[in-house]
């Protein structure tokens, strides 16, 4: 089920079945100077959001949510070696907690460690000192773990509000959700061939493909993972990760919110 309007005043939501995914609005991102690169300062209003990159380079981001998990990260850290591939984690302040040898391990082989939050709430709920809080805790778990502060985040669900981007906005993260067109729903445990093919329809350059390491059992998803990549690397695409995925964006953040307006799901 697809939804939202999008308006720049108002924002409104809607949730796809089953409690999944999506809503977004994105007023846009505070308005930068040409040629600044960087989204979201610390302390700036909103946070800037992509669900795709404006680059001209056959490249894809694939991401992960939920993790890191000590059945499965490892598993996919391996086969992202296999294929010289990137990816970007999102992880969980309370799955960081518990494994931040994972986070380590993740960084260390050239990944990136997005944010998912620390409890795995709908933030879109909470008020904004709440919000707040929760992201705050996720990040500090991370900077202790791997040295560094993330820089983007992933809200559980995809859900965005004013008072979430104004939120991630004084932290400085970026907001990344995922091409709506390539989500696998992994989640819903489809078969490894299932997944591959929903996530690879339409591979189209600056997409971000939405998996899930964590959460549940994952043996699926594991399982499609070199099969994306073999795709991938047929059709010439490299993957890598989100910030590189940003990086490449001609022009910055007004070329990665036109990429954000070309993919939603709908917009006035
Ligand atoms: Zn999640």
Do not use: C
């Not at 986070?103 to 050239?110: D, E, M, N, P, S």
């Amino acid at each position: 089920m697809r939804l939202v309007v999008l308006d720049r005043a108002a924002l409104r939501f809607a949730a796809a079945a089953l409690g999944a995914v999506l809503a977004t609005s994105l007023a846009g991102p505070g308005r930068q100077n040409a040629g600044d690169p960087v989204a979201g300062t610390p302390g700036s209003q909103r946070a800037s959001v992509f669900r795709a990159a404006a680059t001209n380079k056959a490249a894809v981001a694939l991401t992960f949510d939920d993790g890191p998990d000590p059945l499965y990260t490892p598993r996919i850290l391996d086969v992202l070696d296999r294929y010289q591939a990137r990816a970007t984690f999102f992880v969980l302040g309370t799955q960081a907690e518990a494994h931040p040898e994972l986070l380590r391990a993740i960084v260390q082989r050239g990944h990136e460690v997005g944010t998912h939050g620390y409890h795995h709430t709908n933030l879109t709920r909470l008020k904004p000192e709440v919000v707040a809080a929760d992201l705050k805790r996720a990040d500090d778990l991370i900077a202790a773990a791997v040295g560094s502060r993330p820089r983007d985040l992933r809200p559980p669900y995809g859900f965005v509000s004013p008072t979430v981007l104004a939120e991630a906005g004084k932290l400085g993260y970026r907001i990344i959700l995922w091409t709506d067109e390539h989500d696998p729903r992994d989640w819903t445990r489809p078969a490894a061939a299932e997944i591959a093919r929903r996530s690879l329809q339409r591979t189209e350059k600056g997409m971000i493909l939405l998996l899930h390491d964590s959460g549940g059992n994952r043996e699926q998803t594991v399982k499609a993972l070199p099969l994306i990549l073999e795709r991938l690397r047929d059709q010439g695409y490299q993957v890598v990760t989100v910030d590189e995925l940003l990086a490449d964006t001609a022009g910055g953040d007004d070329q990665g919110e036109h990429a954000l307006h070309k993919n939603s799901v709908s917009q006035q």
